[in-house]
């Protein structure tokens, strides 16, 4: 299934914020002031959105409208090439590089982690890895149950600690634990708040200095984002960027009430890359992210079957 028919209301809203910007006859003054409203509707970001249609113009008043495009059509087809360019030139991959190599996954509740988290368990074991999943998240017993379940489903290991255990020794342990069984992988979850006096940021970087002090690589630390809290979850996102030396971004629930230009807008804002992208509930919906197939799913004109 194409990204264009599991992007669902987010596309539906993206193409209702263009379609004033889409039926103009002429390009004049306000057709950019409705594509900068049509971008900040979207989600885009004040700042983003100016430079978006700055670039547009530019290129337009350069190099005049694409050959056989009515105005409208014309102005959104310079801003797809402008987005796919914007959004891509960096590297996606996820990184491995240590015996064994260690993801960390950090975010506030309720974004999806655990599930991202196991969605990639079950990716990279049919790849043929061999992981350990860790339950760092002991705040909350529902965490580290789900974590479980998700590790019963992709047949991989799980270290887990009693409720309220200190989150680096839970970490620490499944590394040591995968570096005995010559293990490939620790995917390890975090906790989204803390229940004591102790700061979240400064628990996130003991974590990470922990996980590091035994066989571990930190390789990855992936803040994962809820695409529907808009630039509410992009306030959020900066917070943990700023504490935990985040390597890229997972946008999850990208199929729901989100709109498109939060994508844009993080990876802007943050200047880290979307790595990953979820785009419902199933096993395989979680995705690499690409920009071009993203772009031309947010301007595709029907949904494929």
Same mark, same amino acid.
């Given at each position: 299934?194409?990204?264009?028919?599991?992007?669902?209301?987010?596309?539906?809203?993206?193409?209702?914020?263009?379609?004033?910007?889409?039926?103009?006859?002429?390009?004049?003054?306000?057709?950019?002031?409705?594509?900068?409203?049509?971008?900040?509707?979207?989600?885009?970001?004040?700042?983003?959105?100016?430079?978006?249609?700055?670039?547009?113009?530019?290129?337009?008043?350069?190099?005049?409208?694409?050959?056989?495009?009515?105005?409208?059509?014309?102005?959104?087809?310079?801003?797809?090439?402008?987005?796919?360019?914007?959004?891509?030139?960096?590297?996606?991959?996820?990184?491995?590089?240590?015996?064994?190599?260690?993801?960390?996954?950090?975010?506030?509740?309720?974004?999806?982690?655990?599930?991202?988290?196991?969605?990639?368990?079950?990716?990279?074991?049919?790849?043929?890895?061999?992981?350990?999943?860790?339950?760092?998240?002991?705040?909350?017993?529902?965490?580290?149950?789900?974590?479980?379940?998700?590790?019963?489903?992709?047949?991989?290991?799980?270290?887990?600690?009693?409720?309220?255990?200190?989150?680096?020794? =839970?970490? /620490? #342990?499944?590394?040591?634990?995968?570096? @005995?069984?010559? $293990?490939?992988? %620790?995917? !390890?979850?975090?906790?989204?708040?803390?229940?004591?006096?102790?700061?979240?940021?400064?628990?996130?970087?003991?974590?990470?200095?922990?996980?590091?002090?035994?066989?571990?690589?930190?390789?990855?630390?992936?803040?994962?984002?809820?695409?529907?809290?808009?630039?509410?979850?992009?306030?959020?996102?900066?917070?943990?960027?700023?504490?935990?030396?985040?390597?890229?971004?997972?946008?999850?629930?990208?199929?729901?009430?989100?709109?498109?230009?939060?994508?844009?807008?993080?990876?802007?804002?943050?200047?880290?890359?979307?790595?990953?992208?979820?785009?419902?509930?199933?096993?395989?919906?979680? =995705?690499? /992210? #690409?920009?071009?197939?993203?772009?031309? @799913?947010?301007? $595709?004109?029907? %949904?494929? !079957?």
């Amino acid at each position: 299934m194409g990204l264009r028919s599991r992007l669902g209301r987010a596309r539906d809203a993206w193409a209702d914020r263009m379609a004033v910007v889409r039926a103009a006859e002429v390009v004049d003054d306000a057709s950019w002031e409705d594509l900068s409203d049509a971008l900040l509707l979207a989600d885009v970001g004040v700042a983003t959105a100016d430079e978006l249609v700055a670039e547009v113009r530019r290129r337009v008043g350069r190099d005049g409208l694409p050959d056989g495009e009515r105005a409208g059509d014309g102005v959104l087809e310079v801003l797809k090439e402008v987005l796919v360019e914007r959004l891509g030139g960096v590297d996606r991959s996820l990184a491995l590089g240590g015996s064994p190599s260690v993801w960390l996954f950090v975010g506030v509740n309720g974004v999806g982690k655990t599930t991202t988290i196991g969605k990639l368990a079950r990716r990279e074991a049919d790849a043929g890895r061999s992981l350990v999943l860790g339950a760092g998240d002991t705040f909350r017993a529902a965490a580290a149950d789900q974590l479980a379940m998700w590790a019963d489903r992709a047949d991989v290991p799980i270290v887990r600690g009693a409720e309220g255990a200190d989150p680096s020794s =839970v970490v /620490f #342990d499944a590394v040591e634990h995968a570096a @005995a069984r010559g $293990a490939d992988l %620790v995917l !390890a979850d975090t906790a989204g708040r803390v229940h004591t006096r102790s700061n979240l940021m400064d628990e996130l970087a003991k974590v990470r200095r922990v996980a590091e002090k035994g066989a571990g690589t930190v390789t990855e630390t992936l803040l994962v984002v809820d695409a529907t809290t808009g630039q509410n979850g992009l306030v959020q996102a900066r917070q943990f960027a700023e504490a935990a030396e985040v390597t890229g971004i997972v946008l999850t629930k990208l199929d729901g009430s989100a709109r498109g230009g939060i994508v844009v807008a993080v990876q802007d804002d943050l200047g880290i890359p979307v790595k990953l992208v979820g785009v419902g509930e199933g096993v395989d919906d979680l =995705v690499e /992210f #690409d920009p071009a197939d993203f772009v031309d @799913a947010l301007f $595709a004109a029907d %949904v494929a !079957a």
